[in-house]
């Protein structure tokens, strides 16, 4: 049985679960990329990078499964399989063959800024629908990513 959410139009949850969708399977996409470079980067800075990714990491998972169980609360079916995210996901594919620190900081970057340009997107989509709550937790998400941003990018010269 659906939550009885009242005040919120039907519109406004749709809006929102599709919205959630979507950015839910960049994140998932997004944390993988992230762990992908904590394995493999190299270099004289290994452990503080090592470590400073996967901080990252746990900072994205948690605003993933905020994502998904906002879905369920919409009555909607949250996607995270991977081959639903493979498929769903607009975030560019990440390299498997980067070793050095810098070239991962950099590729990083690149994707934390698109990443961020959708997610303040859906801000709007899911307040202009009514859903100021979803509008937060997407708030909330977007703000965490422009923090390590500006981590990943400090480690630049
Ligand atoms: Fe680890």
Redesign the pocket.
């Known amino acids: 049985m659906a939550v009885e959410l009242r005040g919120l139009t039907d519109n406004a949850r749709k809006t929102s679960i599709s919205e959630l969708n979507g950015r839910l399977a960049d994140s998932i996409a997004l944390a993988l990329a992230v762990?992908q470079a904590?394995?493999n980067v190299k270099g004289r800075n290994f452990i503080a990078i090592?470590e400073l990714f996967?901080s990252l990491h746990n900072n994205l998972r948690e605003h993933v499964d905020t994502m998904a169980e906002r879905v369920q609360q919409l009555d909607g079916v949250a996607v995270g399989t991977v081959q639903k995210v493979s498929a769903s996901s607009g975030l560019q594919e990440y390299p498997t063959d980067l070793t050095g620190a810098e070239d991962h900081v950099r590729a990083l970057c690149n994707r934390y800024r698109d990443h961020g340009e959708k997610l303040r997107a859906a801000i709007d989509a899911t307040d202009e629908a009514g859903d100021a709550d979803t509008a937060d937790i997407f708030t909330a998400a977007s703000r965490s990513l422009d923090k390590d941003l500006w981590f990943l990018e400090s480690h630049l010269e």
Request: hydrophobic share 20%; aromatic share 20%; glycine share 0%.
């Open positions: 762990k904590h394995w090592h996967d």
